[in-house]
């Protein structure tokens, strides 16, 4: 017998519910996307249906939706109230990245959840990046080497300030909150977690009213280093993934093509299937050839990159019969270390990571 339809309530929809969340809500069988939160309810229904039905306050419809998930890809300051008052409706709840602003409203969210006896789980949704899928599976073959040295990358070229909220003067806004997240949970997913971080985080651009740019370089008991970077000008975008290690490198340029997809308006269905998540520019692994200690390089091909693998997880995940794709525990991790980047920025210093958030915590 077939389950039924997981019910879907939506907060908001600006970017992140149009791009991401209504797109694969929508794509993946067993979900149906019931209601959204908006100030304007012909903008939602134009996009998503007349079936859909529309409140004017996020509050309302935690309240009063007949849904079993809740959806939050809302400014990040409101993170913690919302997904707190879901919780306490007895929701099961998806929290958009970052989790929270910071590490005790995370903390408050994951005892809460085990209190009520619902899922929270956080869209960390690059660990579906088709060439953070194939990094995954080269640190697994132990016969290319230990890693020594590795760097994520992510480039953005706006030079220009925009009037939004994520570059504004307020709290959670600012790249660091924005995909320092992303780079610091693929970090922990390939290398687990460090001994200490050191942060450089900086407003660069001109009229900046908010962080533009970041460095953060962690560091690992075995030696390891891991440098994590991003800017607003990045005109000429560095590689997205370096790996340099005992028996050679690996180099990853451009990024997965899923965003842009999505923004141009795809859709990961049934009859796109077939060619979605495909990213054509493989990476390059360079080794020891074993003949006299020359190189050769060859094309590492990426695999094939799947969102729609995050939600589908999470449909089977409340039904008990898969694990939650991204544990709230996980998520407190990240918080821990985009405090720590924040006050290690502050200090102009390395700072020891504390101990590490886990599930049982």
Not at 140 to 167: I, K, N
Not at 198 to 220: E, K, M, N
Request: net charge neutral; aromatic share 6%; charged share 20%.
């Amino acid at each position: 017998m077939n389950s039924p339809a997981l019910r879907v309530g939506l907060l908001g929809f600006g970017y992140a519910s149009q791009t991401f969340h209504a797109p694969l809500i929508q794509a993946t069988p067993g979900l149906a996307l019931v209601a959204v939160s908006s100030s304007q309810p012909d903008k939602v229904q134009a996009a998503l249906g007349p079936g859909v039905v529309v409140y004017a306050q996020a509050e309302a419809l935690i309240r009063q939706a007949e849904i079993d998930l809740v959806v939050i890809p809302t400014p990040n300051d409101t993170h913690h109230p919302l997904a707190h008052a879901a919780l306490q409706a007895g929701r099961h709840v998806v929290v958009d990245k970052p989790f929270t602003l910071d590490t005790a409203q995370a903390e408050a969210l994951v005892q809460l959840a085990q209190q009520r006896g619902r899922l929270l789980s956080v869209f960390h949704n690059r660990r579906w990046d088709g060439d953070f899928l194939r990094v995954k599976q080269l640190l697994a073959d132990a016969t290319r080497g230990r890693v020594h040295v590795a760097a994520l990358h992510f480039a953005r070229y706006r030079p220009e300030v925009r009037q939004r909220w994520r570059e504004a003067d307020l709290p959670g806004a600012g790249i660091w909150m924005d995909l320092a997240p992303h780079l610091l949970d693929q970090a922990l997913q390939l290398f687990g977690w460090p001994v200490a971080l050191q942060a450089d985080i900086a407003a660069l651009r001109a009229g900046a009213r908010t962080d533009d740019f970041f460095h953060a370089s962690l560091r690992y008991a075995d030696g390891l280093r891991v440098s994590l970077h991003a800017s607003m000008l990045c005109a000429a975008p560095g590689p997205r993934f370096v790996l340099h290690g005992s028996r050679g490198s690996y180099v990853k340029q451009g990024a997965d093509p899923q965003e842009e997809a999505l923004k141009a308006g795809q859709r990961p269905d049934a009859a796109a299937l077939q060619e979605w998540g495909h990213d054509a520019q493989a990476g390059e692994l360079t080794l020891a050839d074993g003949a006299g200690g020359g190189l050769a390089t060859r094309p590492v091909p990426n695999e094939r990159g799947n969102y729609l693998g995050y939600y589908q997880q999470l449909r089977e995940a409340t039904r008990g019969r898969a694990p939650n794709p991204v544990p709230a525990w996980q998520a407190v991790q990240v918080m821990q270390l985009l405090d720590l980047g924040r006050c290690s920025a502050a200090q102009r210093c390395e700072l020891p990571c504390p101990t590490a958030f886990t599930a049982g915590a």
